[in-house]
């Protein structure tokens, strides 16, 4: 791949916990961030020893002397492994003569991927993790932490940031006893083990709770002081009955009793990070939040935190779980080893290294099962196929870098027809069919649809669905009446502009239907060869990486 050097400094910031990931930046300007996972197609992939000679090792610009290291480990043992770590650096990297480096903790990782390329001169900043490094190597101090023993481990952080400094107020800790489970994130943690096991499942959880009461198993809510949160015993019970509330593909006759579970578990979270929000303004006093940590993902709770908190203003990273750190850990390099200004803004999460030129046409020659055409007006041609009740999955320039597909790396459907969504949901994606799929939709028209309180450029808030719009758009209308929005402003993304205009042009409704485009159990197609994969093994009904239009010779019935 190719890639054009800048003269500023050369900075690379590493993840190696889960989602492992890696951004390169030259100066201010980010010249890719991306997942460990989009590269060996494992979901979630942690860091582990010998990524950059077995998996980083082809990567644009690492061929390049590097002036500042910054990496950040977390909850697992490799940090135990970091004389072999450092060792590959030395073996696989080219360092400047004054090349620096530096090892951060989790959450000031986070706190660097949420403040400094927000747009906010003065913010709150909470972080809310399952767990993170041990407080012995934490880069900050807080009131109290003189007394608290190395081995206990920060699960939420929350600080008092400007441009100028950055200001640790508070930090809950966890002693690492089994029988004493604190904090959101691991509260959030449980629950989604108790109901889908595995890793990346909270987002299950999220389009299930839902359908279930959160009344019926009567739970307490959690115990909030300050920025403490704790789990009371009666919860800490009931998440041990895996056999009871444990969703399997035959689960329909338990459905209730475990959407039960999830519903109450949601509001539990979501009344402890409000009062948590509260405490956080009540002592900073300031109007913005900044918010990050893998429990940020969760839109719900997103939304009210702009609607029942004093804080006019919620900045959510498009990639707040562990994979920012990566870019956290880059811009910490910048600011506090480089000692520079961050002109980084994350206005787009479209962060991919660039394709190399000629990869699109190398990859369609030949295709013999495949129409390859080059439309005059490729929108129009889209919107046609979309009305015939047909799905199309989108690639185009550089990836997200976050987990959700901003129009990038994109499964497109008409969302008049609530069809479409099930469709989706069982053939495409094979996966449960309570799980929502996305609108987006343009910011100057979001209003008429939704109730919203700002744009939502990162799909990162479940907004209301007005009821007038509901009947319209019933494929991204969740049964709770909300919809997990991405907006679409005039200087956004062209291609995308073009066609939510052209398909309102035809239909009077300025909404798509957007869900990531994977097959079940893969991350986000990262390069046209896997996108071309995906397509084949899938009834997707057309394939659109511009200039061009694909289609199968042996094309797959429109939805019924």
Avoid at 17 to 27: I, R
Avoid at 219 to 248: C, M, N, Q, S
Avoid at 322 to 330: P, Q
């Amino acid at each position: 791949m190719a890639v054009s050097y800048a003269r500023e400094p050369v900075i690379l910031g590493v993840n190696r916990t889960q989602d492992a990931s890696l951004c390169l930046m030259h100066g201010s300007d980010v010249v890719y961030s991306i997942q460990k996972e989009r590269l060996t197609r494992r979901k979630h992939h942690w860091g582990k020893l010998h990524d950059f000679r077995d998996i980083y090792a082809n990567l644009p610009g690492l061929d390049r002397p590097i002036d500042v290291l910054v990496e950040c480990f977390s909850s697992d043992d490799e940090i135990r492994k970091l004389p072999d770590y450092e060792r590959e650096l030395r073996e696989t990297l080219i360092f400047a003569p004054t090349a620096r480096t530096a090892r951060i903790s989790h959450h000031l990782a986070h706190l660097y991927s949420a403040f400094p390329p927000s747009p906010f001169e003065e913010a709150a900043v909470m972080i809310i993790d399952g767990q993170g490094s041990p407080a012995a190597a934490c880069g900050e101090t807080w009131p109290g932490s003189a007394d608290v023993p190395g081995h206990w481990r920060e699960v939420s952080s929350f600080y008092c940031a400007d441009r100028h400094r950055v200001e640790c107020l508070d930090k809950q800790l966890w002693d690492g006893d089994a029988r004493r489970l604190v904090g959101l994130g691991m509260f959030y943690f449980l629950l989604t083990q108790a109901i889908f096991p595995g890793e990346g499942n909270e987002g299950k959880v999220m389009g299930l709770a839902p359908y279930g009461d959160p009344t019926v198993l009567d739970l307490p809510p959690l115990d909030v002081t300050g920025a403490e949160v704790t789990i009371p015993r009666p919860w800490t019970e009931i998440l041990r009955e895996h056999k009871r509330f444990r969703y399997t593909a035959d689960a329909d006759t338990r459905f209730t009793g475990i959407a039960n579970l999830a519903a109450a578990g949601q509001r539990a979270f979501e009344e402890a990070i409000l009062a948590v929000a509260h405490w956080l303004s009540e002592t900073t006093h300031v109007d913005n939040l900044c918010f990050a940590g893998g429990t940020a993902l969760n839109c719900s709770t997103n939304d009210r935190l702009l609607r029942e908190t004093p804080f006019r203003r919620v900045f959510i990273p498009p990639a707040p779980s562990d994979a920012g750190t990566a870019l956290g850990c880059a811009l910490y390099g910048l600011t506090e080893v480089l000692k520079a200004d961050c002109a980084y803004r994350w206005r787009n999460d479209f962060l991919g290294p660039l394709p190399e030129a000629g990869t699109t046409e190398a990859a369609l020659t030949g295709q013999r099962d495949l129409v390859v055409e080059r439309p005059i007006d490729l929108c129009a041609r889209i919107v046609d196929i979309l009305c015939a009740r047909k799905v199309v999955a989108l690639y185009q320039g550089r990836s997200e870098f976050g987990p959700r597909a901003l129009g990038h790396r994109s499964i497109l459907g008409d969302p008049r027809h609530a069809r479409v969504r099930d469709w989706i949901n069982a053939r495409v994606k094979e996966r449960e069919w309570f799980r929502p799929l996305a609108p987006i939709v343009l910011l100057e028209e979001a209003e008429r649809f939704f109730d919203i309180r700002s744009p939502s450029p990162f799909m990162q808030f479940a907004a209301p669905v007005r009821s007038e719009a509901a009947v319209q758009i019933p494929a991204v209308t969740h049964v709770d009446g909300t919809a997990r929005l991405q907006t679409i402003a005039s200087d956004d993304d062209p291609l995308m502009r073009a066609l939510l205009e052209a398909f309102a042009a035809r239909t009077g409704v300025p909404v798509l239907l957007n869900t990531s485009f994977n097959r079940k159990e893969e991350p986000i197609v990262e390069t046209v060869e896997q996108a071309l994969a995906s397509f084949r093994n899938t009834p997707l009904h057309a394939l659109v990486i511009p200039p061009y239009l694909v289609r199968k010779r042996a094309e797959p019935d429109a939805i019924a």
